[in-house]
């Protein structure tokens, strides 16, 4: 752990890592102390640490493994997302793809998104920086094969009615956009609203809902049947 280091440039991105395995840890703090603008606060070998050190360091993002002893990482990022003080941490959840169903799992506990742990740097520093600014979705073509893939497994209710019925129709309309993984950008360019709108309305469909940010109303889409795992 980095508990004796200096105090970060406060305008940096504080970076928690929480992974088991020492040489991905080091191999991430090497090329993270490197880059301007990122500081990493903390390290953590397990899920239970990780939420210790996230209470103690307050990062912006905690770059979380999904399988550790102790609490594996689906569990740590539910912990941090229901503690009071730690509303603004968002966590970016490290997955092989093709092995972890557990990623459906975190989306619901209250990840922002997830990463391939066999990213470059390049992705990984654009990661960090899109979750650290309040987006969810880093990539979207991953995040709709992933949930596509597990929610056509599950035997969760499809069209939910009473849920949706507090959405306008635009609305759901921005919802369905939002769970085929559109951007701000993309969404406004598909409906002919302005990125500034189509965000607005994003954002009241989250307050509605109930949603943390972007990556539960994926979840929300899916699981609603407002989105099909084929769409």
Do not use: C, W
Request: overall charge neutral; hydrophobic content about 45%.
């Amino acid at each position: 752990m980095n508990a004796t280091a200096p105090p970060p440039d406060s305008a940096s991105i504080r970076v928690l890592l929480a992974d088991d395995e020492v040489l991905v840890r080091s191999g991430f703090k090497v090329l993270l102390d490197l880059e301007d603008g990122i500081t990493v606060v903390g390290e953590a070998t397990d899920g239970a640490e990780a939420v210790e050190r996230a209470r103690a360091t307050r990062p912006d993002v905690v770059l979380m493994d999904i399988r550790m002893p102790r609490l594996d990482g689906i569990q740590a990022t539910a912990q941090i997302a229901r503690t009071r003080g730690l509303e603004q941490v968002r966590v970016l959840i490290l997955t092989t793809y093709d092995t972890d169903e557990y990623v459906f799992d975190a989306l619901q506990a209250g990840a922002s998104g997830f990463l391939l742990k066999d990213a470059g740097p390049a992705e990984l520093l654009h990661a960090i920086r899109v979750i650290a600014a309040g987006e969810a979705l880093l990539a979207p073509r991953i995040t709709r094969r992933l949930i596509g893939q597990f929610t056509a497994r599950r035997t969760a209710a499809r069209t939910a009615e009473d849920r949706l019925a507090v959405l306008t129709e635009r609305e759901r309309e921005v919802l369905a956009l939002v769970g085929q993984g559109l951007s701000n950008q993309e969404i406004g360019a598909a409906l002919f609203l302005s990125p500034a709108t189509a965000r607005t309305h994003v954002s009241r469909a989250m307050a509605k809902l109930g949603a943390r940010d972007r990556a539960q109303l994926v979840v929300i889409a899916y699981r609603t049947g407002l989105v099909s795992p084929g769409t």
